[in-house]
């Protein structure tokens, strides 16, 4: 079955060109940081990290596929990847940016693969578990990674519940980030007399229930004001439950379909009401002449409450332009975060989607030793203090967080660490199929009820779960899914 699959994936996109051609890119500039906070990194480094000579890698060039750079600078504006940085001057390697698109992604990594000229890595990503492995496009890290090493001891539970299958480990996790956040402006909030959502947070007051109250107040489609605007709404209320429509059991390693569980009921309960009357931005329509189609648009201007979603509305902003465009004016504290609020009826607890934050090596990668190289960079910049303090000024400084932000940021990091922290896997095979129909994922277009989405999907959906898991059960009898 899973050769099967391995060989219509490529015979299908060996059809699809590689994208990019021609296509003229940015030139990146060289930023660099502070000589006092340069030489405390390095200084730092060479207690934790392996000194240049004894790293296999040193002096060498990894290349790096994605659609976006995570690692040069295109703008005196941006603020410096610290663990880049180190990759770079420590040990004198550099990363090469092959450009791709979102959407042709997968489609244009098959093709270089099965092409012999495979690049060495990717941006970690929770949709690609498991299906792409299956599929021959990634394969496992633990012959170079070592998750009980003091360098990587703190990551190991996210990465043995989450990411791991038969006792391998699939991606290079240097941190957790949360997945899921809400962005609001603070100015709107005094303007039309809410209570502070990070206030109500603190006081544990930050429920749907105090949510759906305001946006009954604030909401209104003829004057284009909506409640939010983000892509992964609806999965986001899902997740703050505690669990979600799939999960992976890790004592049996296997995939477990929950559609009776009642927490996930009152999620969809609760987003039909939103849904019912139209408090989400209607992306799905894709009128784009609203002018704020991107997740946050019409922060700033009093038309959207909350930028909904992933943390790289925020966190992956590398210049102050770009976030006060969108958002609000950082120097006078308009722009604020706050986790998802909580079920009222629920256990009491703060509970977010939380993805991993790292890289995912590409099967028959050229020089796996220098992404585990920048792996471990990456990694020793979310524990050492030194380098957490130097990251934290740049965005307080470049990017003009407050002190506010900062401690709430810290507060979600703390829930996305604990054992609060929900993962959806969005590459499940034909089980995707069904939770997408039933999570509506960032629709805000879906009238039915729950009890009619579960009569559509749910024998479906246990029935593909059931197929998924027999297809691990037969790459554990061949040694794993590589």
């Known amino acids: 079955m899973a ?92 990363v090469d940016w092959i450009e791709t698109t979102w959407s042709t992604l997968t489609s244009d990594l098959a093709n270089l693969v099965v092409g012999g000229d495979p690049p060495d890595f990717t941006h970690a990503w929770a949709e690609t ?59 709107v909030f005094d303007e039309w007399g809410f209570d502070d959502p990070a206030e109500l947070y603190y006081n544990d007051e930050w429920t749907w229930d105090r949510l759906m109250d305001m946006a009954k107040d604030f909401c209104d489609p003829d004057e284009g004001r909506y409640a ?83 943390a790289y509305i925020l966190d992956e902003i590398t210049s102050l332009s770009e976030e006060e465009e969108r958002f609000g004016d950082m120097t006078n504290n308009e722009v604020m975060v706050v986790p998802v609020p909580r079920d009222p009826d629920g256990d009491g607890e703060y509970y977010i989607d939380s993805i991993p934050k790292g890289y995912l090596l590409v099967k028959n990668a050229p020089n796996p030793e220098g992404v585990a190289l920048l792996a471990a960079c990456d990694r020793f910049k979310t524990i050492d203090p030194t380098v957490i303090r130097i990251d934290n000024k740049q965005k307080m400084e470049v990017l003009k967080w407050n002190q506010e932000m900062m401690d709430m940021w810290d507060e979600m990091y703390e829930i996305a660490h604990s054992h609060n922290t929900v993962v959806q896997y969005e590459d499940l095979g034909e089980a995707s199929t069904y939770i997408n129909n039933m999570v509506g994922l960032n629709s805000f277009d879906n009238p039915s009820s729950w009890a009619e989405l579960k009569e559509s999907n749910k024998d479906a959906l246990i029935y593909a779960v059931d197929e998924l898991n027999s297809t691990f059960e037969e790459y554990d009898r061949n040694g794993g899914l590589n």
Request: a negative charge.
């Open 129 to 187: 578990f498991p299906m792409d492995f299956i599929n021959g496009l990634y394969t496992n890290v633990d012959d170079y990674i070592d998750y009980d090493t003091p360098l990587w001891e703190g990551i190991k539970y996210f990465s043995d519940t989450f990411f791991s299958i038969g006792g391998k480990h699939y991606m290079f996790i240097t941190d957790v980030q949360n997945n899921s956040m809400m962005l609001y402006n603070r100015r």
């Open 228 to 310: 939010f605007n983000g892509w992964h709404t609806d999965a986001t209320f899902f997740s703050s439950t505690g669990t979600y429509l799939v999960t992976l059991d890790t004592e049996t390693g296997k995939f477990v379909a929950n559609p009776d569980d009642p927490r996930l009921e009152r999620a969809a309960n609760w987003l039909t009401e939103i849904n019912r009357n139209d408090m989400g931005f209607p992306h799905w329509n894709n009128d784009w002449s609203l002018n704020y189609g991107d997740e946050g648009g019409g922060m700033k201007e009093g038309l959207t409450m909350f930028a909904m979603g992933p």
């Open 3 to 94: 050769k099967r699959i391995t060989a219509l994936l490529f015979a299908v996109v060996l059809i699809v060109a590689l994208v990019g051609c021609g296509a003229q890119k940015r030139q990146p500039i060289e930023l660099t940081l502070s000589t006092e906070d340069a030489e405390a990194i390095l200084a730092a480094a060479g207690i934790m990290l392996p000194t240049a000579e004894e790293a296999a890698a040193s002096g060498t060039r990894i290349s790096y596929f994605y659609y976006y750079d995570d690692f040069h600078n295109y703008s005196e504006d941006e603020v410096v990847q610290t663990g880049y940085w180190t990759f770079k001057q420590k040990y004198n390697c550099d």
